[in-house]
């Protein structure tokens, strides 16, 4: 039913989610940048650093790196998803224009394509990312929206 859509997404109710969701995330951020901070100055003040020391600096870093990172493509769709809210173009599939299943959009507020449109992308997605490391070094593995 039509309704369905109407009823589980309406405007208000999905901005307030919507802006829930990106307050959480931007405090997640907040405190990986912190920590980021912290474990910086705390390196460099004991200035004589060994190599243990050092690949331990390194590695948090490089976690706390990838964590901030998926955080903030997180934060940036939940702003495209506030954006396409006022537009009025949101719960709509971006490729096949069709509605988004409100169950889709209730576990996945900042979903931009209908199940089926994001299987498609995805497995498209695998097989350019195939043939690139195919052809050179493996790249950062990308955030697949059903994963999340
Ligand atoms: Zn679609």
Redesign the pocket.
Same mark, same amino acid.
């Given at each position: 039913m039509p309704d369905d859509i109407v009823k589980d997404t309406r405007p208000d109710t999905l901005r307030h989610l919507l802006l829930e969701r990106r307050h959480q995330l931007q405090k997640q951020i907040d405190q990986l940048l912190a920590q980021h901070r912290d474990i910086h100055s705390h390196f460099r003040e004991n200035s004589v650093l060994d190599t243990e020391d050092m690949s331990m600096r390194d590695s948090t870093g490089a976690q706390q790196i990838a964590l901030l990172e998926a955080r903030t493509r997180q934060r940036n769709q939940l702003d495209e998803a506030l954006r396409r809210l006022d537009e009025g173009t949101y719960g709509m =599939?971006?490729?096949?224009?069709?509605p %988004?299943a409100p169950a889709r959009l209730r576990a996945m507020p900042f979903a931009r394509?209908? %199940?089926? =449109?994001?299987e498609q992308a995805e497995l498209f997605e695998q097989v350019i990312q195939r043939e690139d490391r195919e052809e050179v070094a493996p790249r950062g593995g990308s955030l697949s929206e059903t994963m999340l």
């Open positions: =599939c971006e490729d096949c224009d069709q %988004i394509r209908c %199940i089926k =449109c994001q």
